[in-house]
């Protein structure tokens, strides 16, 4: 049972445009959030992470909205910049988990067009 | 060196040869973690080491054998492998403990079996 789910799986953005990508989880002991990108050629890399007790979470042009109740969380990119072209993974951690055991999404790849 | 590296890139390989992916991390931290990336699936969590111990071995076959002599190296021993497990290999590591603990990610092995 996949425990993240993702969406899109792919999206195209023009640039300067806004990139909104989905994830919804089901195990209500999760309580870290965390966004993943990845290049071509690269391993995922830490982009902007949430607990649950906050709503949102705003990094420069990345920010996490987080609904509780619904179990939903999105990544949006504000002003996207076909530099932003990569894969987005979501992930949940489980609570108390020591070691961080992550739950990743099936990640959305992301164009974003000059 | 920084961060975390794996060696080799690429590995091609056939159903009945043995080889072994490796990799270091230069972070200082005390875990460290192997996944696995297929196209359009989740990043499938494979072993957890912590502190040269393994804390969790998420259902892997035994054609998969890791090996941690110290907290900055893992290996992961290949023998007898099957088509299907042509993937992304990823090695991770973290700080592990405290509230939250970001992991960080090699480059991959990109690993074909004939």
């Known amino acids: 049972q996949q425990q993240v789910k993702q969406s899109p799986q792919s999206l195209i953005v023009q640039k300067g445009g806004i990139s909104i990508i989905n994830c919804a989880y089901e195990?209500?002991?999760?309580?870290?959030f965390p966004w993943y990108q990845q290049f071509p050629g690269k391993g995922p890399a830490l982009l902007i992470a949430?607990?649950?007790?906050?709503s949102e979470k705003k990094e420069g042009r990345f920010t996490i909205s987080f609904n509780k109740s619904a179990k939903q969380f999105s990544l949006h990119i504000m002003d996207s910049q076909p530099g932003d072209s990569a894969t987005y993974f979501c992930?949940?951690?489980?609570?108390?988990?020591?070691?961080?055991?992550?739950?990743f999404g099936r990640g959305t790849q992301l164009t974003v067009w000059p | 060196e920084t961060g975390v590296t794996q060696t080799p890139r690429h590995l091609v390989m056939g159903m009945t040869n043995k080889k072994s992916l490796k990799c270091e991390q230069h972070?200082?931290?005390?875990?460290m973690y192997w996944y696995k990336q297929s196209a359009k699936k989740p990043l499938e969590l494979m072993f957890v080491?912590?502190?040269?111990?393994?804390?969790e071995n998420n259902s892997v076959p035994s054609r998969f054998s890791p090996e941690c002599p110290n907290s900055s190296h893992l290996f992961l021993h290949l023998h007898t492998l099957q088509p299907e497990d042509s993937a992304l290999y990823l090695c991770?590591?973290?700080?592990?403990?405290?509230?939250?603990?970001?992991?960080?990610f090699g480059p991959g092995t990109r690993l074909t079996v004939l």
């Open positions: 991770a590591s973290s700080q592990g403990g405290g509230a939250v603990n970001e992991q960080f």
């Open positions: 195990n209500t002991a999760f309580d870290y």
């Open positions: 992930a949940a951690r489980g609570r108390g988990s020591t070691l961080g055991r992550l739950y």
């Open positions: 949430i607990r649950p007790d906050v």
């Open positions: 972070l200082g931290h005390n875990a």
């Open positions: 080491y912590n502190f040269k111990e393994q804390t």
